[in-house]
């Protein structure tokens, strides 16, 4: 059996944090190195030429980095980056000895360029792998790897000088980024697949103007923004300044600096994981950005009071300046860097991204330059130190200071934006997180009409039960749109207080939301709602089960009453009071009824078998799952109740296991395709073992639908046999492809044609999803899953661009061969030999065909013989072929869109029914879930002994019920002897389940339907 690995097993966050713990060693050595090669040979005052530089480069860099993000692969772009970097670092090293006072300014450059592509790659992996909600909850994990790079690597570096030169420490900078190009190499093709491809593509951007209030709050975001790297800058080159004058020793100014990065990556760790939690979610976005500045701005006032007269004041001004740098990077880190991404989430799609990418690409390198031109008019001053430069600052903090607390009321500004209804409101949008959008959703749902309330209500309950559940007094009874939201969880009453409001509520509701009441009057286990249950007198058979339901789970003598009654009702010889009985008592979990629920496996009506099934799906008793196994065990069983028996195994977890693995061997493919629906809802390393022998089997289309059940859950296959596999599987798609060729040339070959290339199709579509999920360094070049799927309709441009881009070498030619493009001249002895297996006379092919050298479906093997196989049906003889009953279906316009080989695959479990003059098809008020097609006679529509409508050849009857199960509408008869096929709604999903295209024609052709009822 295959192993099968998934990321959650092998702890990706774990190995992201390390990736990131690496990456942080070459970030701090190389800024580490550069401050001290800097410092030996030049002024600290003459960093603003740096500075300058900075702003002027790292836009350029940033440009290309983004230029080979969208044109390469991810995993050589990470690889080059980290490789690019190693051979920068071992450059300046070795030319430093040649000319030093150059290198030692181009490292100080690389230093700042190398600070900006770490975090690049490091946000750029972290943000492969994790869609947004896990993002939140992971990276200050991941990210606590990078603070840890740096606090070890600061701490070493004092010693590490002992035996080392400054310009040295370059070296270990490039072996520890070769190190971290491994680490991606083993993330991406070893431990993880993409995790985002299972998940939906980004819709485009749709173009938004920004309004005048939009275009305030960013243009206070730039601000603040400018501001922010304007003091960074000065606050950097004070510090520097500092560290020169007080170590003439360059060796010992490079260890006190590692020491001051480590400090400040130590405090930004102890404070990512203990305070700065507890200060986002209590005080809220708005608070911390004026936080930071605030602090700063205490400090620099600090050094100017130390510098005019402070005893030892030169030493308290290294002090100060020291903590300044310490508090400013350790703070940046774990409170303002969150808190400023955070700050853009309340704007509309394209507003965010047009305001980020200015703010990164033009505010942020403004203020760089803008530090360095104050920087130079500063340094014409005579000896400029750290307190002159604390005069620039101060103003300079003030303003940012002041702009921090704009920024925070424009921030509610923007948050009542978002929840205004003028933007698509998302309940998993970062935004509704903040303890600021919860307040304002509440307050807007308190005052807003009740049909605009009822979008908030569902964000609230999802981000704070609590301020949900205090909402429900004022907005219960408002309206009937409104209290259909808020009843449809009644398990928030419980324990609410709210029985008095909800019996006051039920006698004068309609009778839609009665239902709904009851339930929520149950839950909430007050006497109050156990006299409202009691006295109430429902006018409907909905109301009367409600009421029922509720009593039972109320209990007392009442509920032990209620139940009782409904047990015998299981013995009704009226199928509908069965199935009644059925839907009161399936919450409880009594033995009595548990035992009388199992009884009902064996039902003579299949819906009451079905009912029962499904809720011992959602039941979980020992004895329900010893019941289905037992029904899965007998032979008498009917086909039609496979489908939501195996689905009700998987429903019982590792229990049910065992029975689907013996079903999966069991060779028959309409049964391995519902296994795999019923293996994907167990969360088991056996479960998991047994979709990749699935994915490996030789069925196609149980293939595909286990690999797609595989890739949603970003699971591995083994590459060995998966390339294998997909190997086979192309050869044969080449040796259809020629088939095909060859029986085109009679024209009687028409129906067998067409199944052929559909079997060519799959094999090339499951080719190509074995390769991708076996492979996941194919992260950034593949497609999602759902584009893989839609391969092999024709488009060449889909294959130039995935398919070629997808496959190894090796398989490239045969696949493009199958595909009927040209032949690889490298490989074509190969080729010929694949396609010279194939007969070139039509007769002789056919013959060759027929003899089994490729694995077919049943459908292509009797379109091929023109013949039906042999079977019976339940119930009695079967008239029609599975090629009638194929062109039956294809007569219906509910079927018509959907091609002749999958209708082919349900088509055996069609029933056929044979009706004499008179008798009923359907009674009115019955459960039902069949719909019926006529194929010969006529039926009769009947409603209280009225013919509403004729049904005749090809009509349909039942097909509502048939996807949505409600009581029957009205009476169906047969009016001459008629002929009809039935088809179960276990089988149409199944059917759906295993082919989504499905789902797509029958909506289509029902809207027809209503749009032509409506007169539209």
């Known amino acids: ?253 490079t260890g006190f600096i590692g020491m001051a990065l480590a400090s400040a990556a130590g405090v930004s760790l102890v404070l990512s994981n203990t305070l700065a939690p507890v200060i986002m979610s209590r005080f809220g976005v708005a608070a911390v950005i004026p936080l930071l500045p605030g602090a700063l701005l205490v400090l620099t006032l600090a050094v100017l009071l130390a510098h005019s007269g402070m005893a030892g004041g030169l030493a308290w001004v290294f002090g100060l300046v020291v903590a300044m740098k310490v508090l400013d990077e350790s703070l940046r880190l774990c409170l303002y860097r969150p808190a400023s991404q955070a700050l853009f989430q309340p704007l509309p799609a394209s507003a965010r991204f047009r305001a980020q990418t200015l703010s990164e690409g033009f505010v942020e390198p403004s203020g760089i330059a803008l530090a360095a031109c104050l920087l130079l008019l500063a340094g014409l001053l005579p000896d400029i130190g750290a307190a002159d430069i604390a005069i620039v600052l101060a103003p300079v903090l003030a303003i940012w200071w002041i702009a921090g607390l704009i920024v925070g009321r424009r921030y509610r500004t923007a948050l009542e934006l978002a929840v205004t209804g003028r933007q698509t409101l998302d309940p998993a949008a970062p935004v509704f997180a903040s303890p600021q959008a919860i307040a304002l959703l509440v307050d807007r749902a308190r005052s807003l009409d009740p049909s605009e309330a009822a979008p908030l209500l569902p964000i609230i309950r999802s981000r704070d039960v609590q301020a949900y559940r205090a909402l429900l007094p004022d907005l219960l009874g408002r309206s009937h749109d409104l209290d259909k939201v808020i009843l449809s969880h009644p398990q928030d009453f419980a324990g609410a207080g709210l029985a008095p409001q909800l019996a006051a509520l039920l006698p004068r509701a309609e009778a839609g939301l009665q239902p709904m009441l009851l339930a929520a009057l149950s839950a909430s286990a007050d006497p109050v709602a156990l006299a409202a249950i009691t006295t109430f007198e429902p006018q409907s058979r909905a109301g009367h089960l409600a009421r029922a339901r509720a009593l039972i789970a109320m209990g007392g003598p009442e509920g032990g009453a209620a139940t009782r009654a409904f047990i015998e009702g299981l013995e009704d010889p009226h199928p509908q009071i069965r199935c009644d009985a059925l839907q009161v008592l399936a919450d409880s979990r009594d033995q009595e009824v548990v035992e009388a629920i199992a009884l009902r496996f064996g039902d003579p009506d299949a819906t009451t078998r079905h009912l029962a099934y499904r809720i011992a799906a959602g039941h979980g008793a020992p004895i329900l799952l010893d019941g289905l196994h037992e029904r899965l065990s007998d032979p008498a069983c009917p086909s039609q109740d496979l489908p939501p028996l195996l689905s009700a195994m998987g429903s019982f977890g590792a229990p049910g296991l065992d029975v689907l693995r013996r079903v999966t061997t069991s060779g028959d493919p309409a049964l391995q395709r519902l296994c795999v629906t019923a293996l994907a809802r167990i969360d088991d390393p056996a479960a998991q073992a047994c979709l990749a022998d699935l994915a490996l089997t030789a069925d196609p289309a149980v293939a595909l639908a286990a690999i797609s059940k595989i890739w949603g859950r970003a699971l591995l296959l083994p590459r060995r046999p998966a390339r294998a596999r997909a190997e086979i599987l192309i050869d044969q798609a080449v040796h259809l492809t020629r088939a095909i060729a060859v029986l085109n040339r009679d024209d009687d070959m028409g129906l067998a044609i067409a199944a052929l290339r559909h079997e060519a199709r799959q094999r090339l579509d499951l080719a190509l999803a074995l390769v991708m999920i076996c492979d996941p360094h194919l992260v950034g070049t593949r497609p999602a899953f759902a584009s893989v799927m839609r391969f092999g309709s024709g488009d060449p441009g889909y294959a130039d661009e995935h398919f070629e881009l997808a496959l190894p070498p090796r398989l490239r030619p045969a696949a493009l061969l199958a595909l009927g493009g040209a032949q690889d001249t490298g490989d074509s002895r190969r080729l010929a030999a694949l396609a010279s297996a194939v007969p070139d006379q039509p007769g002789k092919c056919l013959a060759w065909l027929q003899a089994g050298p490729i694995p077919l479906s049943a459908w292509s093997r009797l379109c091929l013989a023109n013949l039906a196989p042999p079977g019976s049906k339940i119930g009695g003889t079967q008239s029609m072929d599975v090629l009638e009953k194929v062109m039956i279906l294809k007569s219906v316009d509910l079927f018509a869109g959907i091609e002749d080989v999958y209708l082919a695959e349900f088509a055996p479990v069609v029933e056929e029914l044979f009706l004499d003059p008179g008798q009923a098809l359907i009674a009115a008020g019955s459960m039902g879930t069949t719909l019926y097609i006529v194929v010969n006679g006529s039926l009769g529509v009947e409603r209280n002994g009225v013919e509403i409508a004729r049904l005749g050849r090809f009509d349909v009857a039942g097909e509502l019920a048939a996807f949505d199960p409600q009581p029957r509408s009205a009476d169906v008869v047969a009016r001459e002897a008629s002929h009809v096929l039935a088809l179960s709604q276990a089988h149409l999903e199944t059917l759906i389940a295993s082919h989504m295209d499905i789902a797509t024609s029958i909506i289509q052709t029902l809207s027809r339907r209503l749009r032509k009822a409506l007169g539209g």
Request: proline share 6%.
């Open 1 to 253: 059996m295959p192993a099968i690995s998934s990321p959650a097993t092998l702890r990706l966050p774990l190995f992201i944090a390390l990736a990131a713990l690496v990456m942080g060693f070459p970030r701090t050595l190389v800024q580490t190195a550069g401050a001290g090669l800097f410092l030996a040979h030049f002024p600290a005052q003459w960093i603003a030429w740096i500075y300058l530089a900075t702003a002027l480069v790292c836009p350029l860099v940033a440009t290309v980095f983004l230029r080979l993000e969208s044109r390469l692969p991810l995993v050589p772009m990470l690889i080059g980056v980290q490789a690019a970097s190693a051979l920068v670092s071992v450059a300046l090293s070795l030319f430093y000895r040649l000319e030093p006072q150059t290198v030692a300014a181009l490292t100080f450059l690389w230093a700042q360029i190398e600070n900006m592509t770490s975090s690049l790659v490091f946000w750029g992996l972290a943000n492969q792998y994790f869609a947004i909600a896990q993002a939140r909850r992971e990276f200050a994990r991941i990210g606590a790897g990078e603070q840890l790079g740096a606090l070890g690597v600061g701490l070493t570096i004092p010693l590490a000088l002992v035996l080392l030169q400054p310009s040295d420490l370059l070296l270990v900078s490039a072996a520890s980024n070769l190190l971290a190009g491994a680490l991606i190499i083993v993330i991406l093709r070893r431990l993880a697949p993409a995790a985002g491809l299972a998940a939906t593509p980004d819709l485009p951007l749709r173009p938004q103007p920004f309004n005048r209030r939009v275009k305030a709050f960013i243009a206070a975001i730039f601000a603040a923004t400018l501001c922010s790297n304007l003091a960074f800058f000065l606050i950097d080159n004070s510090f520097y300044i500092e560290t020169q004058a007080h170590f003439a020793d360059g060796v010992a100014a």
